[in-house]
């Protein structure tokens, strides 16, 4: 197993995703063969992981993909490299509910990953070891190592020696303050990767501040330290379910919020995985055996998409006519009839549903939630279920039924399409979490090209 690390931090605004662009593209650029993770079930962060190593990201969430899920993803795309790199997820111990299950720390422990925390240390002196002695005491943990964000190079020497006097862990470096490698947010967190101009330029100063302020090599010590990962499940044993389905997946600017190993996931279970743009193709290849519409920001492009008469008209054309499709978030506004954008403007979009959908000042149901089907479907029969995460700021008036969504603490609501060839709501899934569901889609998408070829 390659060497690890987990870069946390006390809270979210600490400054680990800036720290661990910035370790990423140091780590890369000095020859290492590097992969990374985020914890949890952001979409944004993995992006500029990418940006700074050329290598896809992956996302590790227990509640998401289960142990098993996160052991097997890590140990196999770890593989072979050299350094795996992962990005914790809100504060170290934030959790489910009010508890630490399914939080970075409990990812650390289950996969044997040393940790790295990250501390701003701006406007605190003999309190910055306050807080480190508390993330160290709290509970069990796998910390190693701090690095100090937004402290000056003068500084340093007096943190470091104040922490180091304290406790049995090292001080690897620090980060100053970088005002020309902000990132702008907007109301789903950051702006993507690429949406961003200079992004490589910014990657290059992190890298250098990295270079110049922390020490990589201990840093590699550090990840030296990782304990064995048995993986024995899962993933590694799935077998094609049918051969040859060609299954198509938008991916352009409006629609981005997928995970790389759900399109692997159905790869291996048959689908020749290709990708198509809602914005500015022409129109569904014709030969589609199945089609998924993934999550991202369809409110910032609904002239756009609404422009695009061609592509509208060829996948309604195609959903009408039996082609399943499955959609998630973004991908089920683009299906409805009408989206209404944060200026008020009225888009058209495929009116492959009925609905239309209106964009809102704050998030609507907001969480993780387990999903359970109330008919049979497409992807599963009655009863059955998978975990969701819910993540987003418009409403629909038609937002669906055939499952209801729990809430860890007993909040409850209806919710999804999921009627003939449609599966389509505000869920994101991850098919590691339930790969059943993901073998009953290809499934669904081979009868219907048979039916379709007349076999």
């Known amino acids: 197993m390659s060497k690890r690390v987990m ?47 050329g290598v896809k990201a992956r996302n590790l969430d227990i509640f998401l993909m289960g142990e098993g899920g996160v052991k097997d993803c890590l140990s196999r795309n770890a593989r072979g490299r050299d350094v795996a790199v992962l990005e914790g997820v809100m504060g170290f111990y934030d959790g489910l509910g009010g508890g630490s299950v ?88 950051l702006v993507t990767a690429g949406e961003i101009a200079d992004i490589k330029e910014k990657i290059n100063v992190l890298e250098e501040y990295a270079k110049k302020c922390v020490d990589m090599e201990r840093l590699l010590h550090i990840a030296g330290q990782a304990g064995a990962l048995d993986c024995r499940h899962g993933f590694l044993h799935i077998v094609p379910v049918a051969r040859g389905v060609k299954l198509y997946i938008a991916l352009d600017e409006a629609f981005s919020f997928w995970y790389e190993d759900n399109s692997e996931l159905l790869e291996a279970l048959g689908a020749e995985v290709r990708f198509f743009s809602p914005l500015h193709d022409k129109g569904l290849p014709e030969d589609a055996d199945g089609l998924v519409l993934p999550g991202g920001y369809p409110e910032l492009y609904g002239q756009a998409l609404e422009n695009n008469s061609g592509m509208r008209d060829s996948l309604k054309h195609a959903i009408e006519n039996g082609l399943p499709v499955y959609a998630e978030c973004g991908g089920f506004v683009y299906m409805q009839r009408q989206l209404t954008d944060f200026m008020g403007r009225t888009h058209e979009m495929l009116g492959a549903l009925p609905g239309n959908v209106k964009m809102t000042d704050r998030l609507q149901n907001f969480g993780y939630y387990r999903i359970e089907a109330q008919e049979e479907n497409m992807l599963c029969g009655v009863g059955d279920g998978i975990n969701a995460h819910f993540f987003r700021c418009s409403v629909s008036d038609s937002e669906g039924d055939r499952f209801i969504a729990v809430k860890h603490g007993g909040k409850s609501f209806s919710c999804i399409v999921a009627e003939g060839n449609v599966f389509a709501g505000y869920q994101h899934l991850h098919f590691l979490g339930n790969p059943d569901f993901a073998k009953k889609f290809i499934k669904t998408c081979s009868e219907y090209s048979d039916g379709r070829d007349g076999k």
């Open 102 to 189: 399914n939080s970075s720390n409990h990812i650390s422990l289950l996969t044997g990953t040393p940790v790295v925390l990250i501390v701003n240390a701006k406007g605190a002196a003999l309190s910055v070891c306050a807080a480190i002695k508390g993330f160290l005491e709290f509970e069990e943990n796998n910390i190693s190592g701090v690095i100090l964000n937004d402290v000056s190079e003068s500084a340093f020497d007096f943190y470091k020696k104040m922490i180091e006097e304290r406790f049995d862990i090292g001080v690897l470096g620090f980060m100053p303050h970088i005002p020309e490698v902000k990132i702008e947010s907007r109301h789903l967190g």
């Open 7 to 53: 870069i946390a931090g006390t809270g979210s605004g600490c400054g680990k995703t800036t720290i661990t662009c910035a370790l990423l593209a140091a780590l890369a650029s000095s020859g290492k063969d590097v992969v990374s993770f985020k914890c949890g079930p952001d979409y944004i962060d993995p992006m500029f992981h990418e940006k700074a190593t």
